[in-house]
């Protein structure tokens, strides 16, 4: 079946300009990730969304970050007021349910964000 | 960092010979997970261990798990180019909410 998906897959902005970027979780999974990575890095979380439940939002670095999923199933992460600082890949992923058992979590190849 | 340290952050070997790496975590698991990153795009789940295992296999790969020294390894065995990537482990973090990933270990096979 189809995998998580991504687009763009590449995005360059320039600095002060707002982007969407859009994650389509596999079908049927409840629970949906965002990470930010920058160059030679880890994954840095940012937002995580299960079910019906009220997203956790801790990782999220400035309140120029937003993300919304819609109806369960699609989610946009929208960054504000563009800084060169946020140029870094940003993963989505997804799985079955939530973290609680033990799931593996399924990723997509990223969109690429470069603020110039 | 509250968790996910891997060790070595490189390595290079030639085809054929076996990588070891080896991940260094902080608090209490419940499971850890490896993945493997090409060109710095998607992960790839590679294998889970539950926290009351200390050893399992996949194909070429085994992890060991130490619970009481908070360390698990990774050995790719008979590697070959194309096990070229990162390599990451991953813990839950204390909200379960997310995966909490070290920086890795970058892993070059040359034939």
């Known amino acids: 079946g189809a995998g998580v998906s991504q687009s763009p897959s590449n995005k360059v902005t320039e600095k002060g300009k707002d982007v969407e970027l859009r994650c389509d979780p596999i079908s049927g999974h409840t629970a949906l990730y965002w990470y930010r990575q920058s160059l030679g890095q880890g994954l840095e979380f940012l937002i995580y969304?299960?079910?019906?439940?009220?997203?956790?939002k801790s990782g999220l670095p400035s309140d120029r970050f937003s993300a919304e999923r819609t109806g369960g199933s699609v989610s946009t992460l929208t960054i504000q007021r563009t800084q060169q600082e946020d140029s870094a890949v940003y993963l989505c992923?997804?799985?079955?349910?939530?973290?609680?058992?033990?799931?593996?979590?399924?990723f997509g190849p990223g969109t690429r964000l470069t603020v110039l | 960092s509250q968790q996910g340290e891997e060790d070595p952050q490189a390595l290079s070997i030639q085809e054929g010979e076996n990588a070891t790496m080896n991940c260094s975590y902080k608090t209490s698991i419940n499971n850890l997970q490896w993945y493997r990153q090409n060109s710095g795009r998607g992960l790839v789940h590679l294998i889970l261990?539950?926290?009351?295992?200390r050893e399992k296999h996949s194909g070429r790969l085994r992890v060991t798990l130490d619970t009481s020294k908070k360390s698990s390894s990774l050995l790719i065995t008979a590697s070959r180019a194309a096990d070229t990537a990162s390599y990451f482990c991953a813990v839950a973090n204390q909200a379960g909410t997310a995966l909490i990933f070290g920086k890795g270990t970058t892993l070059s096979v040359s034939s």
């Open positions: 992923a997804s799985s079955p349910r939530g973290l609680g058992v033990r799931n593996e979590q399924f």
């Open positions: 969304f299960q079910g019906n439940s009220a997203p956790d």
């Open positions: 261990i539950r926290s009351n295992e």
